[in-house]
């Protein structure tokens, strides 16, 4: 089993800049990868980015130049950083692991609105 606990969503202006955070914890040994989905209303849920254990990227395209995923192995921490948010941005931003068993968090909501 793994846990994703994420933090760092909120309100944030077209063009601002949000980092979301995620911190796993249990059987963080079996994990592959790990990545980012997000759900806007009415929406299907989509990929964000991953990164895997070895520290290779991908991104949607609609991300690709704004958002960096990142890892930080001693902290059990995966991050999402994103710039130039633009208001379809907007959504509940989920953390997931795979190993390969899939593992999600809670969810934060990020809003992107003036």
């Known amino acids: 089993q793994v846990q994703l606990v994420e933090s760092g969503g909120g309100l944030v202006q077209p063009g601002g800049s949000l980092r979301l955070s995620c911190a796993a914890s249990?059987?963080?040994?079996?994990?592959?990868?790990m990545g980012w989905y997000r759900q806007a209303p009415g929406k299907q849920r989509e990929l964000v980015a991953v990164i895997n254990s070895g520290g290779s990227t991908t991104y949607a395209d609609s991300v690709k130049g704004r958002f960096t995923i990142s890892r930080d192995n001693a902290k059990n921490t995966v991050y999402l950083q994103m710039n130039s948010l633009k208001p379809e941005d907007t959504a509940v931003y989920y953390c997931y692991a795979n190993t390969p068993a899939g593992f999600w968090g809670q969810g934060t909501q990020v809003t992107v609105s003036s």
């Open positions: 249990g059987s963080i040994f079996s994990i592959h990868f």
